[in-house]
């Protein structure tokens, strides 16, 4: 059960937050590769975890494509693992986030994993997606979602609901997120997001339901066409056995050209 927390924990909080396909597709438009790098902590009673990653990201007419490398280390256990991750064009107004990743020895990380979400965009700056993910823990994961976002101005919110479902557990959350690009592009906004998540453990006599919830807000700003930086700052709650807050830090720096 303590497993199936932290999933949903980590990827309501952590991979709701990919980059949007409108915005990758204004930075194609006037670059051709980005490498990024960063690092953070996450602060609990259980302990302390930090994290890190590494991008290279190469643009072309046909969408984007990375390789990316991540390490986890918690409860005295470090994970590696490697990623490829695309975001292809489809159709008029369509994108896709194609991503597989795989740890070579996995204790915090699934072995391998892969998701698959399409973007629409539709008239009246309306934006509507749909995402499976599946992680090859012991137990295998599968997440299921849907999102609706809506453009105006200088705004853009999306509204996301997902569902989770193990072989003895299953859960749900949701996640509202509003943007606010200050400078009109999509190298300069200021974002926060909040959500909420429930999880059933059936292989106990257990009645009422585990829930969670985070709130954050993360700061994307260029310094000029090449260097960027992106900070992100999480709290996280917990109502179960284990129940906690976790608050979290990530920092960030880009260079495209």
């Known amino acids: 059960m303590f497993l199936f927390r932290l999933i949903v924990s980590f990827y309501l909080v952590c991979?709701?937050?990919?980059?949007?396909?409108?915005?990758?597709?204004?930075?194609?438009?006037?670059?051709?590769?980005?490498?990024?790098?960063?690092?953070?902590?996450?602060?609990?009673?259980?302990?302390?975890?930090?994290?890190?990653?590494?991008?290279?990201?190469?643009?072309?007419?046909?969408?984007?494509?990375?390789?990316?490398?991540?390490?986890?280390?918690?409860?005295?256990?470090?994970?590696?693992?490697?990623?490829?991750?695309?975001?292809?064009?489809?159709?008029?107004?369509?994108?896709?986030?194609?991503?597989?990743?795989?740890?070579?020895?996995?204790?915090?990380?699934?072995?391998?994993?892969?998701?698959?979400?399409?973007?629409?965009?539709?008239?009246?700056?309306?934006?509507?997606?749909?995402?499976?993910?599946?992680?090859?823990?012991?137990s295998e994961v599968t997440i299921d979602g849907i999102a609706v976002g809506y453009y105006w101005g200088n705004f853009y919110a999306r509204l996301r609901h997902q569902r989770v479902i193990s072989n003895a557990s299953s859960g749900s959350g949701d996640r509202l997120m509003v943007r606010y690009y200050y400078e009109g592009d999509a190298d300069h906004y200021v974002e926060f997001n909040a959500s909420k998540g429930r999880s059933d453990d059936f292989s106990t006599a257990q009645i009422a339901g585990n829930r969670s919830d985070s709130k954050g807000v993360t700061w994307y700003h260029f310094l000029n066409r090449n260097w960027g930086l992106k900070i992100s700052a999480n709290q996280a709650n917990d109502t179960s056995a284990y129940g906690q807050k976790e608050r979290s830090m990530v920092a960030g720096l880009s260079y495209r050209w």
Do not use: C
């Open 15 to 138: 991979f709701a937050s990919h980059s949007l396909a409108q915005d990758l597709e204004q930075i194609s438009k006037i670059n051709t590769w980005s490498v990024s790098m960063g690092s953070g902590s996450t602060n609990a009673a259980a302990g302390k975890a930090n994290d890190s990653y590494l991008t290279l990201r190469r643009y072309t007419d046909l969408g984007s494509i990375a390789i990316e490398r991540i390490q986890l280390k918690r409860f005295g256990s470090i994970d590696t693992a490697l990623a490829v991750d695309a975001y292809p064009r489809l159709w008029t107004g369509a994108y896709a986030n194609i991503r597989y990743q795989s740890a070579s020895s996995p204790d915090l990380y699934p072995k391998h994993s892969w998701r698959a979400e399409v973007y629409q965009n539709i008239s009246g700056g309306w934006e509507l997606a749909a995402s499976h993910d599946h992680l090859g823990f012991i």
